[in-house]
């Protein structure tokens, strides 16, 4: 079945201490996205990777690391997270590079305490 | 800066009746459009994608793009219960390679 996955599904942690939530498609996507949902602010994009080795900030990038060592997963790390990160986390990839229909992942509920 | 504009607030609607939701975005050098819906909790689905100016159909959905005024719109027709949801518009720029949402619109049909 094609599809997104991230780990975990939700998540509570302190300020302050390392952690990584990972992503992975096995639909042979180039084209993979992090993005935050917050209420009354939508979708906003974190990063997105064009291909493997290919990463670039998106909207709100502070804070965040990715990294695309393998085509297939796309993790996002948080190396010192704080409340204000305290969101629901979406995973997305895309088959090609004009359409970029987003398949999503299950979300992540991240809780910065 | 870029943006995509769902100012719409929640849209209710009776049964069997069509809604109408409206995205405007600020970019004219935007290339693809979508809409996706997301279910409380849930993660969005795409249910449209156009790329081009006029309508385009999919069983109840309907999408029209106007690049010139710059705005897109999606239509349910024969809403049913299970079309409620919040729907999010997508657009993606020429020159880079970002997917930009707008803040979306509740959909809640009533029966």
């Known amino acids: 079945e094609a599809q997104v996955t991230q780990n975990p599904r939700y998540l509570i942690t302190v300020t302050g201490k390392k952690l990584t939530v990972t992503c992975s498609q096995n639909?042979?996507?180039?084209?993979m996205s992090w993005y935050r949902q917050d209420p009354g602010l939508g979708l906003r994009q974190i990063y997105y990777?064009?291909?493997?080795?290919?990463?670039d900030k998106g909207d709100v990038p502070e804070g965040y690391k990715v990294s695309r060592k393998e085509k297939r997963n796309f993790p996002l790390i948080l190396e010192s997270p704080s409340p204000n990160q305290t969101s629901l986390y979406f995973c997305?990839?895309?088959?090609?590079?004009?359409?970029?229909?987003?398949?999503f992942g299950q979300g992540t509920r991240l809780t910065v305490v | 800066q870029k943006e995509v504009e769902q100012n719409s607030g929640p849209l209710s609607v009776p049964e069997g009746a069509i809604a109408s939701l409206n995205c405007t975005y600020s970019?004219?050098?935007?290339?693809?459009f979508f809409w996706y819906r997301q279910y409380s909790g849930k993660s969005p689905e795409l249910i449209m994608s156009?790329?081009?100016?006029g309508d385009k159909e999919d069983g109840r959905f309907t999408a029209q793009l106007n690049k010139a005024s710059q705005y897109v719109s999606l239509l349910i027709r024969d809403s049913q219960p299970s079309d409620s949801a919040t729907y999010l518009c997508?657009?993606?720029?020429?020159?880079?390679?970002?997917?930009?949402f707008g803040k979306g619109n509740q959909v809640v049909v009533i029966p």
């Open positions: 997305a990839s895309s088959q090609d590079r004009d359409s970029r229909e987003a398949f």
């Open positions: 639909m042979n996507h180039e084209y």
């Open positions: 990777s064009m291909n493997v080795e290919v990463t």
């Open positions: 970019d004219r050098g935007s290339q693809s």
């Open positions: 156009i790329y081009s100016n």
């Open positions: 997508a657009v993606m720029y020429y020159g880079n390679n970002r997917l930009a």
